[in-house]
C-alpha cells in the first residue's frame, strides 16, 4: 500500500464493501470479466458502479463511469477517492477514459486503490496515472479564438 494514502482502514473497508457488491451486479456477458468500482466523495460519501456491457460490444459502460454518474445523480461534484474491484491476480487499474472521466471530479491528493476479491493490492495517486491531465484549468488557460 502507498505510504501517501490518508485513507482511514474504515474508510477504505467501506468503499471496497461497496465496490465488491457493485461487482457481483455487474453485466458482463460477453466478456466475462465482472468490474465493481466505488467512489468516496471529501465528505465521505460512497457511490457504486458495476460495469454494464451491451451486443453492440463495446458500448458498455464501465464501472467507474456508473460509480460517477451515481455521485452526480446524487449531487457530488468532487472524489477523494476511486476503488476498481475484478478478479484479476495483478490487480486492475481504470482504463483511459475513466483517468479522464476520474480528472474531471479528482481532488489533487485523490487516490486510486486497485483491487482483487481479497482485498487492495496497491493505491497510488491519480496525478501518478494521468500526469498533466487535459482539465478546466486547460481549458480555462486557452483564449477563446473565432471560428
Sequence with gaps: MNTENKISKAALDKLFAAALAARENAYAPYSHFAVGAAVQTPSG???????VENAAYPAGCCAETGAIAAMVAAGGRQIADVLVIADCDRGILPCGACRQRIAE???EDAMVHSAGPDGVRKSIRFAALLPEAFDRETLDSEPVRAV
Design 45 to 51: 460519501d460512497v457511490f457504486a458502479g458495476a460495469n
Design 105 to 107: 471530479f479528482a481532488t
